[in-house]
């Protein structure tokens, strides 16, 4: 996608009530290194014994067992200095939690892993789209009579369990690679950054065009 065709895009799914941003964050990298974007969270998914000793005495404590969910993308480029292309690695992951077995008394959750890998080719300032990273969750309450839903063979009468299910959830992403000479001015990058946000900038070769010019005006501005 071009930034007019990814622009247009995003604006229709903003548009649906069943649709949000999770982030839109900005990373830097260098050609052949991996960047990381988390969104994420310590998550409980059951309880943990620890024991310690001390001067002969042992004593156990009980902790909560945590682990990492939510999205988790990694992305490695790969610049062609002679063609301009950018050869990507996406690595994106969703980490989620769904309702595991009782132990104990006790309620566990297992961890669930989602994700894909992609090898993608494109041009400085084309948009790529990522899909098909669903959720489909399915929830269990047991609801019971304090200590009769606990006793052997006939607890079942005094305990219910019902499921609940949750929508379907899709994670699409918009990945936009862009080039940045290590050679250009810091205050040349800052109004690059201007123009893009001040109006849509067309693909390149036009759209080098047009940063020039807006830099030439800046430094006739200026003096």
């Known amino acids: 996608l071009t930034v007019i065709g990814a622009t247009l895009a995003l604006d229709f799914l903003?548009?649906?009530?069943?649709?949000?941003?999770?982030?839109?964050?900005?990373?830097?990298?260098?050609?052949n290194e991996t960047a990381e974007i988390k969104i994420s969270a310590q998550e409980a998914i059951g309880e943990s014994s620890v024991t310690?000793?001390?001067?002969?005495?042992?004593?156990?404590?009980?902790?909560?067992?945590?682990?990492?969910?939510?999205?988790?993308?990694?992305?490695?480029?790969?610049?062609n200095l002679d063609t301009g292309e950018i050869t990507m690695y996406i690595d994106p992951k969703v980490v989620d939690v769904k309702q595991g077995g009782t132990f104990g008394g006790v309620t566990y959750n297992d961890p669930e892993t989602r994700g894909?890998?992609?090898?993608?080719?494109?041009?400085d300032g084309e948009t790529i789209v990522l899909g098909g990273l669903l959720r489909k969750r399915t929830n269990q309450t047991l609801i019971k009579v304090p200590f009769l839903g606990d006793i052997p063979l006939i607890g079942a009468l005094f305990r219910h369990k019902s499921k609940t299910r949750d929508e379907d959830r899709e994670l699409i992403v918009f990945i936009t690679p862009r080039l940045i000479q290590e050679s250009l001015p810091m205050r040349t990058l800052v109004a690059v950054k201007e123009l893009e946000r001040e109006q849509e900038i067309p693909p390149l070769p036009s759209r080098t065009i047009v940063i020039n010019q807006a830099l030439a005006d800046i430094e006739r501005k200026k003096r």
């Open 14 to 31: 903003t548009t649906q009530s069943d649709t949000k941003y999770l982030a839109r964050p900005r990373i830097l990298t260098l050609s």
């Open 52 to 79: 310690s000793s001390s001067e002969g005495t042992a004593t156990t404590t009980q902790e909560a067992e945590r682990y990492e969910t939510g999205v988790i993308m990694r992305v490695t480029p790969q610049v």
């Open 116 to 123: 894909t890998k992609s090898v993608v080719r494109v041009q």
